[in-house]
Every structure is written in structure tokens, then in C-alpha cells.
């Protein structure tokens, strides 16, 4: 006889038979009996002796467990139940059940033993040669589990293996990570790999949340199954029209609700500060809502006012993104270690989040299957899709695409929609949901009165001290940190006499995390979106561009491509909604640096962006002026004569993106879906967050914080505080800054370098903790400035 009690599913002596029961308690709470059922069938393999010996249980014998070939759990517990019993007992699916067991874990090796291969029948020999243990083992769990005699070894597919089939041969599974969902859902099989994909994925929620649960030591309580399951609210539109109420919005100005014609798919345009926060809330009802932003500072706004919402009347609102552990220990948040591990299962009604963190499963590395069985289930929002680069646009795309496949549904809400991605997506969207409200809702709103100059920021500084010096809230936009930090500086230097160095600012990416937060709030703080008069400036770069509710009365930005470039104006008089024509000078002021003559202009302070693009920008906004390149060469300046009609935005949008399929920016866009759409995949999930980010970059620390950072972890240590959340709070949000790395490899060193000559008997987690991180031996460090290099 064996003893139950005595096999652990995990190396912190979780029995079995708990996780089992634990995972099926929440697969049960979120689906139906047949994913509790998959639940308590998925990891039955670890009775495997191998397994066992892993973890140091005490199930067996060691000399009897010394002589089975290691083979994952997962693969196991193939072999571990009576297909035919299952489904004449539970009318369940054979290949969805089978692919959810086989690949809830996935390693590269595993491909292999999906063919014939010598581990697989020196496997199946042993196993065979046990037969009579596994039996009684598994005949225990039947009873232990209620699952009345389908656990049992599997004696016709154990000799197909032992006869040189493969369980590619048997057809009995199909890898997730294999499905080309793009195909028309009309498609014969299209029904098994829908189904396959969401109980894989459903299986992969259940298993996560109740292990992180496990792992934390704690029983899978009441609450905990709660945050795992309730998927939906009940409230959420009242709640939204009472706050709309409150705040003074007549039925007559309440767009949203006359606009909203159904919770299908819905592509919403309509400008900054419109509203289109309202409308994703109700379009969402009672499904579980998850908000996707393009930046960080923006989802952390977002959240804040999310969470100030619903969390009003016990509804659960989770952050979502690379550093949300560490914004839950800022003071005054309703962030709590339980809720970020909780939102990290995706697992509250309202989930706020960076794209990074949902958008790569379109590249459907390992894993990816439980984001998309999620996003079935639930109302996903796209907020300024524009904001993503060409090759990110298309990962969006595929992902909305797969998604809508599947069943789920999408809110895609911008101030511009450009042309390429608009023929994309409306193919998914009844024409009766994509809702245009510039026209209507916004005739007669006109607050922005450009002026186009040949000349670069710095040749402004003298206009924008003088617009603070009489109590304007001034906005200043560069296209660069560097550029950005030069401004910043003469602006200090030059304003001396006049403005006060309080009342000028900076904000960039490559501050700390922890200085950022600091700066991401004053910015709101002095740049409220009302009428309260706080003079200042505040110099920054494109993360300004979305989400933040703020408002300036001047903007002086870098020419940006015109989508962008909306986005900028859309922080200047935000306020103002009701019928308006702004009366005085420019407003916003348009710095394009070139060099060349006439048509020739290059056009040298857009750096960052495609030049084709940027040149069509220039070209239009100069033709609503009847006016050209030349025109602006020679009089180096053109003021508008009248200020922008919002209602023509996004016509200029159009117009810049219209016939621009031979350019670079297209080329890019065209190719990267093109690759998606063909079956393209990434093999780990750090890998497609890397490529949808774009990004090759470093966290560094500079050379003047490191004494203070390697000081940090002493006290850690000393104080056995030494954890993930203590080093990422004290340390990596205090000390680091993301930085590309470009041609910086001989200027930084490992941070595990300086910590093995300074520190002794250091532990193994911390060289984990300081993976990937570097000192920058080049760089200083500059509370106002950010990162300095040499």
C-alpha cells in the first residue's frame, strides 16, 4: 500500500492530492465540469517515480525510484486515464483534453518525445513492468478525487508506444503553439482548434493561480477563489453614469450613451480628452474589462482612475506591467501584493495594463494560449494603437484578429486611426459600431492655432520663460531625451531672473523609476485639466503623448508625424469641450530644424521618426495654409490664420497615411503581417515581449549610484530582507534607468561584478536578482537631468 499523504506536486510539499483538488476548485469556478475535470486529471503523472525523487518525497523507495528514465509529469499523465471511460462518463473532448494535460508545462525537449525516441519506450517498458503499482496508486487517487475509476494506465496507448508508434502517429494531440488562427472560422477543424486553444488555456489559468496561492503557503480561501472567478460586475454602467452625473454631464453632452449601439466589436474615433474612457467602461458592461495603453505612465494614470472608480463599491480593479510590484508599495495607492499577483492571472473584472503584456501572445510563444482563452471571455480595449510602431501595429492586429476568431470581443478607441490599420480591422467590426463622433460631437470646437517655424526649440526659450512669467502653463515636447535635457537646461540658466527654477520641470525615460513616479505626478499637479492657474513649464518627450489628463495653454513641441502631433495639441486647452473659437496668438508652435533649400528640406529634429512620413506631415499641415516647403524656407515662419477645427483632425490623419504603400513605413507594417500571418512563432515569451517592444536595451546602473546600490544590498542582507520585491523597491526602482544599448559594451560591467568584490557570502537569488543588470562606468547620474553619458 501507498500512502497518499506522502506524494508532493511541489518541491515546498504541496501534496498532490491538495493541488489537485485546489486547481479543479478554481477550474471549476471559471468553466464547466469538464474543465474541473482536466483539472484533476493534469498532474496525476507526478505519482511518476522520477518525479517523486525531484522533489525528495518519500512516496518510494530510492533504489525503486533510481531506475525510471526522467520524463516530464505532464507527458505522464497522458498514460494515466481511461480515454474511452472519460468520454462515455463526461461527453468530454478527447484532443482538448489530452493537448491541455500534455502541454500545461512546456519544454524544448518534449517536442522530441511527441516522436518515436529510445527515452519513450524505456519509459513505457518500466511503466508496464509497474503496472500493478501505478494501478494502485492511481486506483487510490480515483477514490481520493471522486473521479470513479478513470484513472487507470492507459494499456492501449502504452503498447502503440512500445510498438514504435508515436503520439504523432495516434493523432491524439495537437500543440497550440502550432494553430494558424487567422484561417476563416468557417474552416473544417476550425471548432476542435478553438477548443483546444481555451481549455489549454483555461487549464494553464487554473493551475497558476491556485500554485501561486500554494506557494505563498496559504489555503485556496473563499476570497482567493472569488478573485480567481468573478470574471464579471454587475454595476459598472450605473457606476459610470452616476460619475458622469456628478460631474455635471446633461443626457444631452452624454455622447457615450447615445453613441453606443452594442458590446460587439467597436472601433471608436474621437479626439483627446472626449471621453472615450466613459464609453470603453459601458461598451465593456458586465464582461471582465481589460484596458490595454501603450505607456506605462499612461496605465498607471489610468489605473489610479479606474481604481478610484470601482473600487468605490468593492469592485476589484488590478495593475498590470513590468513594475507594478513596485508602484504597490507607493503610499496612497490601493495596490496590495495581492492584488498584483492577482492581476497577473489576469484575474480581476478590471484589469488595467501595458500592451507588452498581452499583445506578444499573438506571436503564440508557449503559453500564449492562456491570454487568448482570457481575452475570449472578456472585453479587451485598445487605446491608441497609433502610438505603436509599424512592426507593433501588426502584432496588434493578428492578436485582434485571433481573438475575434476565437469569439472574443474588442474596443479599438483612438484619437486618429491611420488608413492601414483602419482596412485591417474593419473587416471585424459591424459597420453600425465604428463611431466617427469628431463630426458631431465636436463642430465648432476650435483651440489650437498653429504657427510652423524653420528653427529649433532652444530658439524659443526667451517666448516660453516669458509665457510662464505671465502665468501660462507652458508645454514643451522634444522628440529626444538629449534634445529634451538641453532645453531643460537653458531654460534653468536663462530664466534666473524671471521664473523661479520650481516652476520648470522635466520628465523623460531615463530617470529611476522611482524619481519618474515623482515627476509623472507634479506634472499632473501643475497641469491640471481645469481652470486652475498654475503657471510653469514642463519639458518632456513623446511619453507625454498619451492618456494623461492634463492640460497646458501653450505647446512647444518637434515636428511629429501628424497622428502623434495630434496627440501633442490634445494637452493644450484640454478642458474645453463645449462650442469654442480660440481668439488670440498661436498656441502651438511647431519647431521643424532643416537643413537645404526649398523641396530639398531635410528636415534633421524628427530623428526618430520615418521621414516620409514626417515630410507628408509637413506638406499638409502647410497646405491648409496654401502653402509649401519653399514658402517656409523663405519666410522661416507661417502662423495660422485661423485655429484648427477639431472636427478635421482626423482627416489630416488620413490624408498624411493615404497612398504610402512604396514607403519604408508601410514596407515595415506590410512585411511584419504578413510573417504573422504566415504561422510565425516565437519560442519564449521574454522573446515576443522583446519583439513587439522593439527593443534591444540594458538596465544600467551610472558609476556615481553604485556605491549607494551595492550598499543597499548589504542592508538587505544583513536585515535578511533579501527578496525579489525588497531588491526591486530598494534597489532596481531606486538605482537603475533602461537604456539602449547600442555600441555601449565597453563601458559597462556586470552589477554581479562589484557585488562579488564587495560583499561576501553573497546567496545564490541575489546573482538572480542582478541578472541584466550593468554598471554604466560612463555615465553619472543627475536628480534633474536623469542619465548623463560622457
Known amino acids: 500500500?501507498?500512502?497518499?499523504?506522502?506524494?508532493?506536486?511541489?518541491?515546498?510539499?504541496?501534496?498532490l492530492v491538495d493541488h489537485l483538488k485546489h486547481v479543479s476548485r478554481v477550474g471549476r469556478s471559471i468553466g464547466d465540469r469538464k474543465l474541473e475535470i482536466i483539472a484533476l486529471l493534469h498532474d496525476v503523472g507526478k505519482i511518476y517515480p522520477a518525479f517523486q525523487k525531484e522533489l525528495g518525497s518519500e512516496a518510494y523507495q530510492d533504489s525503486f525510484m533510481d531506475s525510471f528514465p526522467r520524463v516530464p509529469h505532464n507527458v505522464v499523465s497522458v498514460f494515466c486515464f481511461d480515454k474511452k471511460k472519460l468520454v462515455q462518463k463526461y461527453n468530454m473532448q478527447l484532443k482538448p483534453t489530452i493537448t491541455a494535460i500534455f502541454f500545461h508545462h512546456w519544454r524544448e525537449e518534449m517536442t522530441g518525445l511527441l516522436t518515436t525516441n529510445v527515452k519513450m519506450k524505456v519509459f513505457v517498458q518500466k511503466v508496464i513492468e509497474y503496472r500493478k503499482i501505478f494501478d494502485e496508486i492511481l486506483n487510490d487517487l480515483n477514490n481520493a478525487l471522486g473521479l470513479e475509476g478513470i484513472?487507470?494506465?492507459d494499456m492501449t496507448l502504452l503498447e502503440n508506444i512500445l510498438h514504435g508508434a508515436s503520439l504523432n502517429d495516434l493523432d491524439i494531440l495537437i500543440p497550440p503553439y502550432k494553430m494558424k488562427l487567422s484561417v476563416p472560422r468557417y474552416l473544417s477543424g476550425f471548432e476542435d482548434m478553438s477548443n483546444i486553444i481555451i481549455q489549454s488555456g483555461l487549464?494553464?489559468?487554473?493551475?497558476?493561480?491556485?500554485?501561486?496561492?500554494?506557494?505563498?503557503?496559504?489555503?485556496l480561501n473563499e476570497e482567493m477563489v472569488a478573485a480567481a472567478s468573478v470574471w464579471q460586475t454587475d454595476n459598472r454602467e450605473q457606476i459610470v453614469l452616476k460619475e458622469m452625473e456628478d460631474k455635471g454631464i446633461t443626457d444631452k453632452d452624454n455622447w457615450q450613451k447615445r453613441k453606443l449601439n452594442s458590446t460587439d466589436n467597436t472601433i471608436l474615433i474621437a479626439n483627446t480628452g472626449a471621453g472615450k474612457t466613459y464609453f470603453a467602461y459601458m461598451w465593456a458592461r458586465d464582461r471582465r474589462l481589460v484596458i490595454t495603453l501603450p505607456l506605462r505612465s499612461a496605465v498607471n494614470a489610468m489605473y489610479a482612475r479606474t481604481a478610484e472608480l470601482f473600487?468605490?463599491?468593492?469592485?476589484?480593479?488590478?495593475?498590470?506591467?513590468?513594475?507594478?510590484?513596485?508602484?504597490?508599495?507607493?503610499?496612497?495607492?490601493?495596490?496590495?501584493?495581492?492584488?498584483?499577483?492577482?492581476?497577473?492571472?489576469?484575474?480581476?473584472?478590471?484589469?488595467?495594463?501595458?500592451?507588452?503584456?498581452?499583445f506578444p501572445a499573438a506571436l503564440q510563444y508557449p503559453g500564449y494560449d492562456k491570454i487568448y482563452a482570457i481575452l475570449k471571455n472578456s472585453a479587451l480595449v485598445v487605446d491608441e494603437v497609433q502610438a505603436y510602431s509599424p512592426q507593433a501595429a501588426a502584432v496588434v492586429i493578428k492578436l485582434l484578429k485571433d481573438v475575434s476568431a476565437l469569439g472574443g470581443k474588442f474596443l479599438l478607441m483612438t484619437a486618429t486611426l491611420p488608413p492601414h490599420i483602419r482596412t485591417e480591422i474593419?473587416?471585424?467590426?459591424?459597420?453600425?459600431?465604428?463611431?466617427?463622433?469628431?463630426?458631431?460631437?465636436?463642430?465648432?470646437?476650435?483651440k489650437h492655432k498653429l504657427s510652423i517655424r524653420l528653427s529649433g526649440l532652444e530658439d524659443s526659450i526667451d517666448e516660453i520663460i516669458e509665457k510662464a512669467f505671465e502665468g501660462k502653463r507652458v508645454l514643451v515636447i522634444a522628440n529626444t531625451v538629449k534634445r529634451a535635457m538641453s532645453v531643460y537646461e537653458k531654460l534653468i540658466n536663462t530664466s534666473k531672473s524671471k521664473l523661479e527654477k520650481s516652476k520648470i520641470h522635466l520628465l523623460h525615460s531615463r530617470f529611476t523609476p522611482r524619481d519618474r513616479r515623482v515627476k509623472e505626478k507634479e506634472i499632473e499637479e501643475f497641469f491640471p485639466n481645469n481652470l486652475v492657474r498654475k503657471s510653469g513649464v514642463f519639458v518632456t518627450t513623446q511619453i507625454i503623448?498619451?492618456?494623461?489628463?492634463?492640460?497646458?495653454?501653450?505647446?512647444?513641441?518637434?515636428?511629429?508625424?501628424m497622428d502623434s502631433l495630434i496627440q501633442r495639441l490634445g494637452r493644450v486647452l484640454r478642458y474645453i469641450r463645449d462650442e469654442y473659437k480660440y481668439r488670440?496668438?498661436?498656441?502651438?508652435?511647431?519647431?521643424?530644424?532643416?537643413r537645404g533649400k526649398k523641396s530639398d528640406l531635410k528636415i534633421t529634429n524628427a530623428e526618430v521618426y520615418p521621414e516620409e512620413i514626417i515630410l507628408r506631415t509637413v506638406d499638409t499641415l502647410l497646405d491648409l495654409q496654401s502653402k509649401d516647403r519653399k514658402d517656409l524656407v523663405f519666410g522661416r515662419r507661417i502662423d495660422f490664420s485661423e485655429p484648427l477645427d477639431e472636427s478635421i483632425k482626423a482627416d489630416l490623419v488620413e490624408t498624411v497615411y493615404t497612398d504610402i504603400e512604396n514607403t519604408n513605413y508601410m514596407r515595415n507594417f506590410r512585411e511584419a503581417l504578413a510573417i504573422l500571418e504566415s504561422g510565425w512563432m516565437s519560442d519564449r515569451k521574454r522573446d515576443a515581449q522583446r519583439i513587439f517592444r522593439e527593443i534591444n536595451n540594458i538596465t544600467v546602473i551610472p558609476a556615481n549610484m553604485v556605491d549607494k546600490a551595492i550598499n543597499t544590498v548589504k542592508i538587505l542582507l544583513d536585515n535578511n530582507e533579501l527578496t525579489w520585491i525588497?531588491?526591486?523597491?530598494?534597489?532596481?526602482?531606486?538605482?537603475?534607468?533602461?537604456?539602449?544599448?547600442?555600441?555601449?559594451?565597453?563601458?559597462?560591467?556586470?552589477?554581479?561584478?562589484?557585488?562579488?568584490?564587495?560583499?561576501?557570502n553573497v546567496p545564490d537569488r541575489l546573482y538572480s536578482y542582478c541578472r541584466g543588470i550593468y554598471v554604466h562606468r560612463k555615465a553619472i547620474y543627475n536628480d534633474s537631468l536623469g542619465l548623463i553619458e560622457e
Open 151 to 153: 484513472l487507470k494506465l
Open 1 to 15: 500500500m501507498y500512502d497518499l499523504t506522502k506524494f508532493l506536486a511541489k518541491s515546498s510539499g504541496v501534496n
Open 584 to 594: 488670440g496668438e498661436p498656441n502651438v508652435i511647431v519647431h521643424i530644424e532643416g
Open 545 to 561: 503623448e498619451a492618456s494623461l489628463d492634463i492640460s497646458a495653454d501653450y505647446l512647444y513641441t518637434d515636428i511629429a508625424p
Open 726 to 760: 525588497n531588491f526591486k523597491e530598494k534597489v532596481v526602482s531606486t538605482y537603475t534607468i533602461s537604456i539602449p544599448q547600442g555600441n555601449r559594451r565597453k563601458t559597462i560591467s556586470l552589477l554581479e561584478d562589484y557585488i562579488n568584490q564587495r560583499l561576501e
Open 426 to 446: 474593419e473587416p471585424l467590426v459591424d459597420k453600425n459600431n465604428i463611431i466617427n463622433i469628431y463630426p458631431e460631437v465636436f463642430r465648432g470646437i476650435k
Open 311 to 358: 473600487s468605490k463599491n468593492g469592485e476589484k480593479v488590478g495593475l498590470l506591467h513590468s513594475d507594478a510590484d513596485i508602484e504597490s508599495k507607493q503610499p496612497g495607492e490601493f495596490l496590495s501584493g495581492f492584488n498584483i499577483n492577482v492581476a497577473r492571472n489576469l484575474a480581476y473584472p478590471n484589469i488595467v495594463t501595458t500592451g507588452d503584456q498581452i
Open 203 to 219: 487549464l494553464k489559468y487554473s493551475d497558476h493561480f491556485a500554485s501561486y496561492f500554494e506557494d505563498q503557503e496559504n489555503e
